[in-house]
């Protein structure tokens, strides 16, 4: 009998021992995990937090992450330097204009090639997946002289020549298309007489926005942070991107760490507000990816 | 009557689409391919068909020679840093998932994937400094002598590396988490009632399961890496921008022999080597993913 109580006790003892290890290593995973995120973003807090300091609190060591004597000093010297704001506006334009692009010609194709079988829309289906394999920098040279014989180097319209379609785009909408409308629908819809336009229009759209809302975000990012055609795109100040006008702006004699750092907190402050935002749908798109066979 | 309607409107509805594939995807990509034949440069009227001479030279160029492989050990150092740690820290994640901070994890790890290049080598670029950066004076502290991190050529192709992962980690990471949510829980109960630990669980069951993911995300980051442009130019540009000391690679080489030697074919025929990296990287993916369905 006593050995029976005591054989449960020790069960007990035991039990409560593997509970209490169990949350001992969850904790010790949360720290790992926290002092890992941290040192991931370190590197923006400090670009953020150096741009609010002097010239002397730069060389400080170990480095503040607070400044001590905070100065908007850096910014004003780089919006008198750089036309910071109009390289802003004209990133905004462009990603804006890419995401309009990409988002119509995404939905209108994943849609017709998700929902129609005829054996050219096969054909046309395999040219977008090859095309999809080749890297945009291997056929940005020629591309560059297309824009220029357009007339249109140093201008949005030029930016957005490389980025009016999106074949990731395409298939993510035709999966989508296919997992989540089903085909009665469609049948019932035409049954009572519905165009195809309006089909597409008032019930194929509105059912894809979720999809369209994280292709979106893709898109818009994938714009922003452009960074090679405008590069060869825009050559002349004003019609530099954000991101170009930047990397030149490093090059120059006179700059200073403070100042960059000021002009780059300008740029990243607002689009990781944006990101963490709009978090849902972004890593809704991307883990949408390849995964999906 | 109805059905020749339906196949007209699917036509004339895909039509803007691939007209403006055409024009800016396939053509060019065309081009490319023909460019690459000829000896077409800026300059000169006459754009002679040369065959496959551009490669031949390709072979002979140092400076070619010095890009192709700088960035081939780009590609595979961010290969090397980023799949395992992304793996176990997709795990951790993972294990945590009902955990307070799972949001900030995920959120943290994934931003630096998302945040423009130019200001984050710019942080990036501040740390490795020689003079002023906290890496040297953190390094200080154990006796190190500080080094020219951005000037020197082994050493800024380390830096390269670092930058590079330190943005591709967020993907892989992402990726990764999915594959864990698809891995069947069962299986991690069976093993728990064999009495395995989590790190065996994690060598004997997630690492085999996952390999599609690993595949996948490696060949991914691989392509990736193959076409690294920006983080070579910011990064190892100084601040005087002082020409040579850059990290070259592959697409840097590519635009210069265009835009500064306008070789416009010569470049071409670079673009035509980093596609066929690309096609070969893509295929192996294609053959070893086939293989695999084949067996199982």
């Known amino acids: 009998m006593s050995e029976a109580v005591s054989d449960i006790a020790v069960e007990q003892a035991e039990g409560a021992r593997l509970r209490f290890k169990k949350r001992a290593v969850d904790r010790l995973i949360d720290v790992v995990l926290f002092l890992f995120s941290i040192l991931m973003i370190l590197p923006l807090i400090f670009l953020v937090s150096n741009a609010f300091k002097t010239p002397q609190e730069m060389l400080a060591w170990p480095p503040t992450v607070i400044p001590a004597n905070p100065t908007l000093d850096n910014f004003a010297a780089v919006l008198g330097q750089t036309p910071l704001l109009q390289w802003i506006a004209n990133s905004l334009m462009f990603a804006g204009l890419s995401t309009v692009a990409i988002l119509a010609t995404s939905a209108i194709a994943g849609y017709i090639l998700g929902k129609f079988q005829y054996k050219t829309l096969t054909v046309i289906f395999a040219l977008f997946l090859a095309t999809a394999i080749v890297p945009f920098e291997v056929y940005m040279i020629p591309l560059y002289f297309q824009a220029q014989s357009l007339g249109i180097l140093n201008s949005t319209w030029g930016l957005l020549l490389g980025y009016l379609v999106m074949s990731f785009g395409i298939f993510l909408i035709r999966q989508n298309v296919i997992h989540s409308i089903p085909d009665e629908l469609l049948e019932a819809a035409r049954i009572d007489g519905a165009g195809e336009l309006w089909i597409f229009w008032r019930i194929v759209l509105p059912l894809l926005r979720g999809a369209l809302g994280a292709l979106g975000v893709l898109a818009f990012f994938q714009a922003w942070t452009a960074f090679a055609w405008p590069m060869i795109v825009t050559t002349t100040r004003e019609s530099y991107t954000i991101e170009v006008g930047l990397a030149l702006f490093q090059t120059g004699f006179t700059v200073d760490l403070g100042r960059l750092s000021a002009a780059s907190a300008a740029v990243l402050v607002p689009s990781v507000t944006l990101f963490i935002l709009l978090r849902r749908n972004f890593v809704q798109g991307i883990a949408s990816t390849g995964l999906k066979e | ?296």
């Open chain 2, 1 to 296: 009557m109805l059905k020749r309607k339906r196949w007209i409107f699917a036509m004339l509805a895909i039509l803007p689409t691939l007209a403006i594939f055409a024009y800016v995807r396939m053509y060019p990509i065309a081009d490319t391919l023909r460019l690459s034949l000829h000896k077409w440069d800026i300059l000169s009227k006459k754009k002679p068909f040369i065959g496959l001479a551009n490669f031949q030279e390709l072979m002979g160029d140092r400076l070619f020679q010095e890009a192709l492989l700088n960035t081939t050990i780009i590609a595979f150092g961010v290969l090397i840093i980023t799949i395992p740690l992304a793996m176990v820290i997709a795990a951790l994640i993972f294990h945590r998932t009902r955990s307070r901070f799972a949001g900030f994890y995920e959120t943290s790890v994934f931003i630096p994937h998302v945040v423009s290049l130019v200001p984050a080598a710019m942080a990036w670029k501040w740390i490795f400094d020689a003079r002023l950066g906290p890496l040297n004076a953190f390094l200080g502290l154990f006796g190190i002598q500080p080094q020219a991190w951005l000037f020197d050529p082994v050493l800024s192709v380390v830096c390269v590396i670092v930058l590079c992962s330190w943005q591709a980690l967020g993907y892989a990471v992402l990726i990764y988490i999915v594959g864990f949510k698809s891995l069947p829980v069962s299986l991690y109960e069976a093993a728990k009632l064999d009495g395995a630990s989590g790190p065996q669980s994690f060598w004997y069951l997630s690492i085999p399961m996952l390999k599609p993911i690993t595949l996948y995300v490696s060949v991914v980051t691989l392509v990736s890496g193959f076409n690294v442009y920006a983080q070579a130019f910011v990064l190892a540009s100084d601040a005087q921008g002082a020409p040579g000391r850059q990290v070259r690679v592959l697409v840097l080489d590519m635009l210069e022999n265009s835009f500064r030697n306008y070789r416009v074919g010569y470049a071409a025929s670079e673009a035509v080597v980093l596609l066929a990296i690309v096609l070969v990287l893509t295929l192996v993916q294609f053959t070893l993913l086939r293989e695999r369905g084949a067996r199982s």
